[in-house]
């Protein structure tokens, strides 16, 4: 008969994680998701008949709305004194072939997606959304002040920003299925880490620059 053991049985050892993103930026990320989720819902309450019914003070929605979308960049301007969120907006800014082979692989539903620390599918959707934020913005802006430009641009301005705000909704909708499909990556941005087993398995360009001296 085999010896019982004399006490509970010993953890399993934790697995190894890998740091992937600082305090700063989790901070810039959480502020960012934020004020967009506020424009977004603001926008429903001023574009969408039942759910303008059911909040009511459409001015009050109409000033959180300017406001929130006026302090949209401001996260990531105070975020660019990290000096680790500088070095991921360089690594989002810079494309090299592996890119294209992610997107090609990705478009075909293949695997073998070469990646560093943010695939091409992140690149693009953070050029992306930083430019709509642009637009959205200046054309806010001629909507809101309406001496700044002549009756025939706020028109324009009107028609680019609500159907840029559609968009925008859509492929944030995109970015959130994405994320939800990912548990690792949102505990990633949570936390700070990720397991050592998804960066070598998502990001092998990104695993193999840390575990190269």
Not at 28 to 45: D, P, S
Not at 63 to 80: A, D, M, N, Q, R
Not at 111 to 117: D, E, L, N, V, W
Not at 165 to 186: M, N, Q, T, Y
Request: charged share 20%; net charge positive; hydrophobic share 45%.
């Amino acid at each position: 008969m085999p010896p019982r053991p004399d006490g509970p049985a010993a953890p399993a050892p934790a697995r190894p994680r890998v740091p992937r993103f600082t305090p700063a930026e989790h901070r810039v990320h959480r502020a960012t998701a934020t004020l967009m989720a506020v424009c977004v819902l603001t926008a429903g309450c001023l574009y969408l008949p039942f759910l303008a019914e059911l909040v009511g003070r459409r001015a009050l929605m109409v000033t959180v709305h300017e406001w929130s979308g006026i302090l949209l960049p401001v996260p990531l301007l105070l975020g660019l004194g990290s000096r680790a969120l500088r070095a991921d907006l360089t690594r989002l800014n810079r494309y090299g072939p592996h890119d294209r082979q992610w997107l090609r692989a990705a478009l075909r539903r293949r695997g073998g997606r070469p990646a560093g620390k943010f695939n091409a599918g992140q690149k693009l959707y953070a050029a992306w959304i930083a430019g709509a934020v642009l637009v959205m913005l200046g054309t806010g802006l001629l909507m809101w002040f309406t001496d700044l430009a002549p009756l025939v641009w706020r028109t324009g301005a009107t028609f680019v920003h609500d159907w840029l705000a559609l968009a925008v909704v859509l492929v944030i909708a995109g970015h959130i299925w994405k994320a939800f499909g990912d548990p690792e990556s949102r505990r990633g941005l949570r936390t700070g880490s990720v397991d050592a087993q998804w960066a070598r398995r998502e990001h092998p360009l990104w695993d193999h620059e840390n575990n190269t001296p």
